[in-house]
């Protein structure tokens, strides 16, 4: 842009020391042109800045870890007048640590048109990312001059853990408590009024668990 400035500054000179020296009706036409151009693209930058509306949104509020989510920037230019480059100054931290990191969007916008700038963006832990288009400069078709517009707009993303599937098995213990009806079919319990199962008698067993009725009619 500076150097654009320099070239139309001396461009200016000669073509006001041509009209000097040669006094022609063209030379002066031409150091009426050339003075004119940078007037021309000042006033009409000056229009566009205020018909510019600039938008940042996202998907969806909550992203996964690792994995990249899309952040939009829409430009829209209500004016008749093109946009040479609209130049995007995006930062994006995560609250927790307020380590900022910072990036640069370019792009053109036709007059009475919206330009959609699409990018992706990842945390490698979870936390809140706050993104935020700082500003956007606003260059004329010849880079000649540049206005700020579209500051502060943010969003947020939550980033979430990755999630995981749940798998078990259901494990039933011998007895759960002592209101329970899950007893064990292979340790004998406490409660001599119930019968839960038979087995053949076995030297050691206690006498007191000897279904003594059934062991008479098997004998």
């Not at 952040?71 to 004016?79: A, G, H």
């Not at 038979?198 to 050691?204: A, F, I, N």
Request: proline share 5%; aromatic share 12%; hydrophobic share 45%.
């Amino acid at each position: 842009m500076l150097l654009m400035k320099i070239f139309f500054a001396v461009l200016i000179i000669i073509c006001a020391v041509f009209y000097v020296m040669y006094l022609w009706d063209f030379a002066l036409v031409l150091l009426v042109v050339v003075c004119a151009i940078p007037v021309l693209m000042f006033i009409t930058m000056f229009i566009t800045k205020k018909l510019v509306k600039v938008d940042m949104s996202v998907n969806s509020g909550t992203a996964v870890k690792r994995e990249d989510f899309p952040v939009f920037l829409r430009i829209n230019n209500r004016s008749i007048f093109p946009i040479g480059k609209a130049e995007a100054h995006i930062e994006y931290y995560n609250v927790f640590n307020n380590e900022i990191n910072t990036f640069e969007l370019h792009t053109p916008v036709q007059p009475l048109n919206e330009q959609s700038v699409t990018f992706q963006l990842s945390s490698q832990f979870c936390g809140i990312i706050n993104i935020k288009c700082a500003y956007i400069y606003l260059y004329d078709p010849l880079k000649i001059f540049k206005f700020k517009t579209g500051m502060n707009l943010t969003v947020e993303v939550a980033v979430m853990p990755e999630g995981h599937e749940i798998g078990g098995e259901v494990s039933y213990l011998d007895r759960m408590n002592e209101e329970s009806n899950v007893f064990s079919e292979h340790k004998p319990g406490d409660d001599p009024s119930e019968v839960f199962d038979l087995r053949g008698y076995h030297p050691g067993d206690k006498l007191n668990r000897i279904h003594w009725k059934l062991s008479s009619k098997k004998d």
